[in-house]
């Protein structure tokens, strides 16, 4: 009986000197995260994301779409997207709806710069992929281009999105494919967004 109230008793002052120790650390972190508001990192809106207001609004969407490099047709359909700032003007959110292989499609994306890393960011999904895709890339000579790794029926290929001809009124679209690792592309998707 002795033996365990000793080592109850040795179980506490650990508890207690641990907790100490603890409480200690906790302190002294909180002490040393404090900072003036000159030394806070920037939070909010990035700057780049203005660039991207005149953006907002409704679109009537030409689109065309082929499946093989070397076919020279494209199949033709509509849509209409919608372009809002969300988050305060953190991010700017994007849907779409057409008819894809003559079936109901949607989609729904986000676009966002990213202060740490210099780069813009976006994501897609959509009901017919059912799966989260991300790219990234810059802004420059008036073309946002942006890339990522996609999968799609087990095979994996790389996939490129530029945006250009912004202009009030509206602008172009274009996705590509490698399947080479990048060394070559084939445009298997283009479209033009008329604002109304």
Known sequence: MTFMRILFAFGMIAVIIGAAAI???EQQGSKSKEMTSAEMPPMGPPEEMKMLESVVG???VEQQWRMDPSSEEWETSTGVATYKMILDGAAMQHTFESQMMGMPYQGLGLIAF????GKWQQTWLDNMGAQISYYEGDYKDGQMVSSGEEKWQGQTYLARITVYNMEPAG???KYEMSTDGGKTYYTSGKAHYSKR
């Open 58 to 60: 409704v679109y009537d």
């Open 23 to 25: 409480a200690g650390e």
């Open 171 to 173: 602008f172009d679209w």
């Open 114 to 117: 990213n202060r740490e890393t």
